[in-house]
């Protein structure tokens, strides 16, 4: 992965950090660390863990996806929840939670590197 494409993949992630917490999400942990990889966030709403999947684009890109979103598919779903259960069970100790829940954000942004767009799908998988 290029430098370039890393840094607009944490910009990201501090987009949508800021947004959930600004919602009153506690963010729990973010780019937590597995030993099969990492999660971008891991969070609290309410009483429901979630884990956060988040892609980001550039407006009219030339490569990859129409939108960030579409990115998070069928594979990249199996991988994150591959993920999470390796997370839980990492934390064995950790409360129990009402509910578990996987959410995507894709996160498009401008050339200048503003977000222009932000989609957010509750249980997305």
Do not use: S
Request: charged share 30%; hydrophobic share 40%.
């Amino acid at each position: 992965m290029t430098a370039q494409r890393q840094q607009i993949g944490r910009a990201a992630e501090d987009v949508v950090a800021a947004r959930l917490a600004e919602a009153n999400w506690e963010i729990v942990e973010r780019n937590a660390r597995t030993r099969f990889g990492e999660l971008d966030i891991v969070a609290l709403d309410g009483r429901t863990l979630v884990f956060v999947e988040v892609k980001a684009g550039r407006e009219n890109a030339a490569l990859g996806p129409e939108r960030p979103i579409l990115g998070v598919n069928y594979r990249k779903q199996q991988r994150v929840r591959r993920l999470a259960t390796a997370w839980m069970g990492e934390r064995r100790g950790a409360p129990r939670y009402a509910e578990i829940r996987f959410d995507a954000v894709g996160v498009t942004f401008d050339r200048g590197g503003r977000a222009t767009d932000i989609e957010h799908i509750r249980g997305a998988f």
